[in-house]
């Protein structure tokens, strides 16, 4: 079946510390994979994705993830993260053809201590 | 601005009315669908569609009704007949070009709350 797992519920760093976010997936061929972020009571604004290529993908507001295929990991990571970066963080997976649904992990909700 | 608007952002009903949730885009986009959102639950599928006249059940259709006359609106209904409501409701929609085809942009959200 397929999944997409966020182990951590919640994470909490402090300012400027460094990042690392967890995401595995299960899916039967390689996916497209994506990375949302979520700030309370808004909609959710894309960070990142990975079609193909290179496997380190860079996005916005500083952030990168990297995805392994060994690993069927698809991790993101900051190396210094402020305090406006306290939101829920969302990975994602998705077709490469046929159907256009996503598969959404549970998410994961970082704290930022000043 | 190009994006997705979604109204109201906060909707109150009564138990046992039906209710819709108005999802508008104007990015030319042929698919979109229909979210709910529960705490740490993630976004499951309630309804998808990929062009006009044409939509999908997802992983939750049940008590939910969705239609697609025009390509930049696919309202949401929510019945009596779903037994949980309350919760926030994200609409989404992509592209089909082969390069950028599984960007999903998200509106705002509307937050239902089943009185």
């Known amino acids: 079946a397929q999944s997409v797992t966020q182990p951590d519920i919640h994470i909490t760093v402090s300012e400027g510390a460094s990042l690392e976010l967890r995401c595995n997936y299960s899916?039967?061929?390689?996916?497209?994979l994506f990375w949302y972020v979520q700030s309370p009571g808004q909609g959710l604004q894309l960070l990142l994705k990975?079609?193909?290529?290179?496997?380190l993908v860079q996005g916005i507001k500083g952030f990168e993830a990297e995805f392994k295929r060994s690993q069927s990991s698809f991790n993101l990571r900051k190396p210094s993260v402020h305090w406006s970066d306290a939101a829920e963080y969302f990975c994602?997976?998705?077709?490469?053809?046929?159907?256009?649904?996503?598969?959404f992990g549970t998410g994961t909700r970082l704290k930022v201590l000043a | 601005d190009g994006g997705i608007t979604q109204s109201p952002k906060y909707l109150f009903r009564k138990e046992g009315q039906n209710v819709t949730l108005s999802c508008e885009q104007n990015?030319?986009?042929?698919?979109m669908y229909w979210y709910r959102q529960d705490p740490g639950q993630g976004l499951r599928l309630i309804y998808y569609?990929?062009?006009?006249?044409?939509?999908q059940k997802g992983d939750i259709a049940e008590g939910y009704s969705v239609s697609r006359e025009k390509k930049e609106s696919f309202p949401l209904t929510v019945t009596s007949a779903q037994k949980n409501p309350t919760a926030f409701y994200l609409c989404?929609?992509?592209?089909?070009?082969?390069?950028?085809?599984?960007?999903?942009?998200f509106g705002p959200g509307t937050r239902l709350t089943v009185l």
């Open positions: 569609s990929q062009i006009v006249n044409d939509f």
């Open positions: 994602a997976v998705g077709a490469k053809s046929g159907t256009y649904k996503y598969i």
């Open positions: 990975y079609f193909s290529g290179d496997t």
């Open positions: 899916y039967g061929a390689t996916p497209y």
């Open positions: 989404a929609s992509s592209t089909r070009d082969r390069k950028d085809r599984d960007e999903q942009f």
């Open positions: 990015l030319n986009h042929d698919a």
